[in-house]
């Protein structure tokens, strides 16, 4: 059976692999994800939302190990990946209480009422700069929707996404999560399959192929393509405050991130001041490994 093989994203030391989801495969967790999709449904927005409050509870004695596969893999510092996988292990109660507050039937008055109804499976594809807190994002809407979610991890952070899936499956029903591992083959895969909604966050080019095959079978579509981050810094603004935004929006994830500023627009009047500020702050910051103490900036997630 074919394996991917996960690096340190320093060393580029291979540090685990896991197995490699084949089409075949793939039609069978879909076939799976339909079978258990009806019952989880049935249950109330309530019921789910406590089944998922205590499956993210499994995650509470693994925050360490998850934040360590966060900073091998993708090369973020031990205290960011820390924040990633704190948060999302908090989130999990908070979030789920939010999607439920917002899913429960809405009154039109005395001859109506909105009802939220479940798609069916989702596939969930989800990114590497941060790949606890995006697939989060998208699993728990998803789950507590009603459907039954394929996640299809980036292949650079196959170990966290394993670790976090097998635990948040000790308490969900059986074939309501499963993950399917593989580069963007298997994310064809998935796409193609039999689902009813795909959730993604990456690449534009990606973002267009899933939406010409996702076109055919009219599949609902979440996209976040990235982004385009100016900032303008006027004559008047706080450059001391305008200069501290600057480097760390741009250095935070070593500029990984959608939200990462990627150009500024200076008044000229006030130009050299603010240069010379970002230069005494972008100085201070330290490049090295994830376990380094005081490392602001890890390494590029891969070679590429």
Known sequence: MPRLTSYDAFSREAIGDVAITSAAEISQLVQQAWQAQPAWAALSLSARQQILTQAFDQLVPLQDQLATLISREMGKDIRRAG??????????????????????????????????????????????NYPLAMANNLLIPALMAGNSVILKPSEETPLVADAFVNALN?????????????????????????????????????GKHIMAHAASGLKRLVMELGGNDPMIVMADADLDAAARFAVASSFENA????????????????????????????????TGPWNQPRVNIGPLTNPR
């Open 83 to 128: 924040y990633e996988a704190g948060g999302t292990i908090q989130s999990g109660s908070y979030f789920a209480g939010e999607v439920a507050a917002a899913l429960a039937p809405e009154s039109l008055g005395p001859h109506g009422e909105i009802q939220y109804r479940p798609l069916g499976v989702v596939a969930v594809i989800s990114p590497w």
């Open 170 to 206: 000790n308490v969900l029903p059986v074939g309501v999560l499963q993950i399917a591992h593989g580069d963007e083959q298997t994310g064809k895969a998935l796409v193609e399959a039999d689902i009813r909604m795909v959730a993604f966050t990456g690449s534009l080019e990606a």
């Open 255 to 286: 500029g990984q991130m959608c939200t990462s500023t990627e150009r500024v627009y200076v008044d000229s009047r006030i130009a050299q001041a603010f240069e010379d500020k970002v230069v005494a702050y972008a100085s201070q910051y330290k």
